[in-house]
């Protein structure tokens, strides 16, 4: 049927309907400039060079006591810094700390944020992982820095079921080498993931082996390569003046760069 042969009441609906597309679609257009902030912005990635807030998300445990130290060092640089705080003791499943981190970033984004940054400390960095998988946080966040991140799992938890199962809780068996949830993260590669630094210590005894940590497609740095002989446990990960530096160079304006931080040696 052609539009001549429609009633007049029918081609004026079908002409209102036209008009209401064309204007969605000039709105949508709109809303992507203004969310893009110009130049910086590229398919969908959130521009490089308007860093937002700083979202920090502890271990197992949920300690966020753990990334007191860096969230200062951040909040000095005139960025602002919340640890995320994690249900319950912070052994719960990280699909539900992933939907707590989500929240946290909504609320920074519709507080005015052009975007967030995320470190995430041990399975903190998982928790990362699993948000910018099932929450479209490539189109969120601009950069992400892991510091310590059993990717790949750890023996430690693997041990823990294996000898003492009811003292291994929700987190510690999905943490468990080629447990359902990270064999799902590993084996499955993430869209748009967004630039990525993982970070991670060879004399790590938390997280064993220590290049866990190894993501596909991030940046990945053992810091003993970037200082040689440098000493640093799992613990003393996120408080180390060494990590601090690059996690500081990696959430700048900058490109992730590898440059000898200050205080190396």
Not at 13 to 38: K, Q
Request: hydrophobic share 45%; charged share 15%; aromatic share 4%.
């Amino acid at each position: 049927m052609g539009f001549r042969s429609l009633s007049r009441r029918r081609k004026l609906l079908a002409a209102g309907v036209a008009i209401v597309a064309v204007a969605g679609a000039v709105t949508a257009g709109v809303a992507a400039l203004a969310v893009g902030g110009g130049a910086g912005r590229s398919a969908g990635y959130p521009a490089q060079d308007r860093p937002g807030p700083v979202l920090l998300v502890p271990g197992y445990g949920g300690q966020t006591g753990s990334l007191s130290v860096l969230a200062a060092r951040i909040r000095a640089t005139g960025r602002r810094a919340t640890v995320v705080r994690l249900p319950g003791s912070g052994t719960g499943s990280l699909i539900t700390d992933a939907g707590v981190l989500n929240a946290a970033v909504e609320r920074a984004l519709r507080g005015g944020a052009p975007s967030v940054d995320v470190v995430g400390y041990s399975a903190g960095g998982v928790v990362a992982l699993l948000w910018v998988r099932e929450d479209n946080g490539s189109g969120k966040a601009r950069r992400v820095v892991t510091l310590g991140s059993p990717f790949h799992g750890t023996r430690l938890a693997a041990d823990a079921t294996g000898f003492l199962p009811g003292a291994c809780p929700v987190a510690c068996r999905q943490l468990v080498p080629g447990s359902p949830l990270l064999a799902q993260l590993t084996h499955t590669p993430v869209p748009g993931r967004p630039r990525w630094l993982s970070l991670w210590t060879t004399d790590d005894e938390v997280v064993m082996p220590a290049d866990s940590a190894r993501l596909a497609g991030a940046v990945n740095v053992p810091i003993q390569s970037v200082c040689p002989g440098h000493q640093v446990s799992h613990s003393q990960l996120p408080t180390d003046p060494v990590v601090i530096n690059l996690v500081l160079q990696a959430i700048g304006r900058g490109p992730i760069s590898l440059r000898d931080p200050a205080g190396c040696h």
